[in-house]
Nanobody, 124 residues
Framework: QVQLVESGGGLVQAGGSLRLSCAASGHSFSVLDMGWFRQAPGKEREFVAAINWGGVRTRYADSVKGRFTISRNNAENMLYLRMDSLKPEDTAVYYC?????????????????WGQGTQVTVSS
């Protein structure tokens, strides 16, 4: 079993930055492909960014490409999402997810483990 705990969300003005963190425990973090997803009110949970177990391969949603950066520290069992140039449409609850069996890092259904989420609100 894997436990994931997100932190770092908050209220920020448009154009600002935030860094989300996800702490993992209970499983060998270094073998997990990891991703960030988000869910806005009334919308489906959507893919944001993902990184493979070794940190070599990353994927981003088109809507965040060039603004968000995913990274991980396997020695510390941590996943990060650096978010720059934030827009009001980035407002959502952000979740980190983990999987040991991902063919496509962006597919929600492939993720087994989830955190409880952290709220990000971007004001205009």
């Amino acid at each position: 079993q894997v436990q994931l705990v997100e932190s770092g969300g908050g209220l920020v003005q448009a154009g600002g930055s935030l860094r989300l963190s996800c702490a993992a425990s209970g499983h060998s973090f270094s073998v997990l492909d990891m991703g960030w997803f988000r869910q806005a009110p009334g919308k489906e949970r959507e893919f944001v960014a993902a990184i493979n177990w070794g940190g070599v391969r990353t994927r981003y949603a088109d809507s965040v490409k060039g603004r968000f950066t995913i990274s991980r520290n396997n020695a510390e069992n941590m996943l990060y999402l650096r978010m720059d140039s934030l827009k009001p449409e980035d407002t959502a609850v952000y979740y980190c997810g983990g999987t040991t069996d991902s063919r496509d890092l962006s597919q929600l259904a492939e993720y087994t483990y989830w955190g409880q989420g952290t709220q990000v609100t971007v004001s205009s």
